[in-house]
């Protein structure tokens, strides 16, 4: 069985970031690439699309996983495991 994606808060934020950022960055390649007939934009615009799906995957799955644990705290009152940034692989 696969084990649940759990990301610590500073790498979902940094993930987060890189994702809002990558949207925006494409439309600025396309634009820029039709106009100036930039080489490869079409390709690198594929590949950050493809990036930015893998990224919102990981960010959607840790965040299931983050509120599903914290609806079991609040249904059961158990406290949360506490984990640190070091215990993230």
Do not use: R
């Not at 790498?11 to 396309?30: A, E, Q």
């Not at 934009?41 to 995957?57: C, D, H, N, Q, R």
């Amino acid at each position: 069985m696969l084990k649940k994606i759990k990301l610590s808060n500073k790498v979902y934020d940094v993930l987060k970031i890189v994702s809002i950022l990558i949207l925006p960055l494409t439309i600025f390649i396309t634009s820029l690439g039709d106009i100036w007939g930039l080489p490869y934009s079409y390709e690198i615009i594929k590949t950050l699309g493809a990036i930015e799906v893998f990224v919102g995957a990981i960010l959607k799955i840790s965040s299931d996983n983050y509120h599903e644990e914290q609806n079991h705290v609040e249904s059961t009152g158990a406290e949360p495991a506490l984990e640190s940034d070091e215990d993230v692989e």
